[in-house]
Nanobody, 126 residues
């Protein structure tokens, strides 16, 4: 079974930073596409950032470009989301997602492109 475990969420003041981690287990990490999504109650799940593991290809939502960075550590089977200059509108539950295929660029931040999901970690910016 594929397991995704997120950590690193918390409460922070506007302008602050957080780093989320997604520990991956149960499959060959190096051949997957990984992504972070954000969801606020009552809203759809929004794609924030994605990365093709083993490449330099990354994708970001316009709302986080220049503030968030997605990265990989193959030795640790972990994907990170470094979030800086946080804003109250960044508040939400953050989910890690994975899929064994590399979706096209236009689909990389789409919910439908991902098969496996973590349980989420809450980020609150005040």
């Amino acid at each position: 079974d594929v397991q995704l475990v997120e950590s690193g969420g918390g409460s922070v003041q506007a302008g602050g930073s957080l780093r989320l981690s997604c520990l991956v287990g149960g499959y060959t990490f190096s051949s997957y596409c990984m992504a972070w999504f954000r969801q606020v109650p009552g809203n759809v799940r929004e794609g924030i950032a994605a990365i093709y593991i083993g490449t330099d290809n990354t994708f970001y939502a316009d709302s986080v470009k220049g503030r968030f960075t997605i990265s990989q550590d193959n030795a640790e089977n972990t994907v990170y989301l470094q979030m800086t200059n946080l804003k109250p509108e960044d508040t939400g539950m953050y989910y890690c997602a994975a899929d064994p295929w590399f979706p096209s660029a236009i689909r990389a931040l789409g919910v439908d492109a991902y098969t496996y999901w973590g349980q989420g970690t809450q980020v609150t910016v005040s």
